[in-house]
């Protein structure tokens, strides 16, 4: 069974991320849309750093559930470890990456399959350590 809390952490990781970017363009180095100005961008940014928060934490969802964690004790602290990384990789993944250009039914669907991949290689390499310590 899944735990929510790895879950959750999928999200809010992906969430914070975000939005510590996103905060980061707008106060310091003062990149900002001109015409929602900077407070314009930061309140868009966290509907859409919400909206793959979301969809991070339905890949997780569906990353873990197939990939079962290998132990019983310990599994949740290693799921939610692994649900920290990934969410907080993802989105420098994607500022690393130049725009996508698509449309956004595109981008949620790529979100999903970026999202759900680098949780799953991230569940296989805690499951793989798992098994070799015990």
Request: with cysteine.
């Amino acid at each position: 069974m899944v735990k929510i809390q790895g879950v959750l952490a999928a999200g809010l990781a992906v969430y914070g991320t975000c939005m510590a970017w996103s905060l980061f363009q707008a106060l310091v180095l003062e990149h900002c849309d001109p015409k929602f100005g900077c407070s314009g961008m930061v309140q868009l940014a966290a509907i859409y750093c919400g909206y793959a928060g979301v969809i991070s934490a339905m890949a997780f969802l569906f990353a873990s559930t197939l990939i079962k964690p290998a132990g019983s004790s310990g599994a949740t602290a290693k799921h939610v470890g692994s649900a920290v990384v990934g969410g907080v990789t993802l989105p420098l993944l994607v500022i690393t990456t130049p725009n996508w250009s698509a449309e956004m039914e595109v981008m949620v669907a790529g979100w999903f399959i970026l999202s759900a991949a680098v949780f799953a290689v991230l569940l296989s390499l805690v499951k793989m350590l798992w098994k070799e310590s015990t």
